[in-house]
């Protein structure tokens, strides 16, 4: 159960909207997302102690004890959404893609480069937060595994779920869900994961003060969140990139777990925050989001 007060207390000073805090949920996204409907302010919060539905990208779970995580969504408006409308028929983002724009990030309008990218950015400063705030806090060194990872010791311990709330065609706000794993309880089991998992705790070796990790993800976001597309922001995702100089396998939404698509040295990331590869023949190119799936090979 959450001490409101205590937690309250511990983010006192950072210019937030809202909170509303949950003891249960079914999933921070799915309530930050109807709040975000019903008019909630950028900057709004919702945390929860448990979810019994979190979910993580391509329609995964992202499991959620109670008292083991920090699990919250962000609503961003002001400077977040995108200039431009959206054709009817694509109404939703997952991860860093907005459903119906293909993987190489075209489209017949024109303006589906935008917005993935401006997604895409938002998904990485909530890696990026999250990353340099286990740094800072910690001294714990941490990989951002493309698109939305957080790595300790090539493990993960942290998901970020980047979607979008809709009002017609128009993109709204942006709902930013982080989930972070800080006690063993929150490590799912080996059977039920496609990743290694782990948690803070585990890697540190002592008890972590979730308000307190949770203040200074919250600073991290508001420390890069007017700068996304600046060089410093691309230079500070890219010197986290994990494998980067590595071998990895691409596997795409209709690739197996055994069989990737394709496989190359992880050089890092071009201008739009997109994937560099190159494969055995050198060809180098760049790779977009969609449901794109990335592991070290070996």
Known sequence: MIDQKRLE???QG???????????????NTEALRWADAGAPDLSVVIADEQTAGRGRQGRTWFTPPGAALAFSLVLRDGCVADRNLPADR???EGTSVEGIPVDGTSVDGTSEDISS???????LGALAVSQALQTEYNLPTQIKWPNDVLLERRKVCGILTEGQWQGEQLEAVVLGIGINVALASVPPEYDVIFPATCVESILGREVDRWQLLRSVLENILAWRGRLNEPEFLSAWEEKLAYKGEQVYIYTGTATQDLPDEQGILLGLDSAGRLRIRSHTGKVRSLDYGELRLRPVG
Do not use: F, W
């Not at 950072?14 to 921070?28: E, F, H, M, N, W």
């Not at 401006?118 to 990485?124: C, E, F, M, N, Q």
């Open 9 to 11: 207390q511990s983010l």
């Open 14 to 28: 950072i210019a937030l909207g809202p909170l509303r805090v949950l003891d249960q949920v079914g999933s921070t």
């Open 91 to 93: 109404t939703s983002v």
């Open 118 to 124: 401006r997604l895409a950015r938002l998904t990485a």
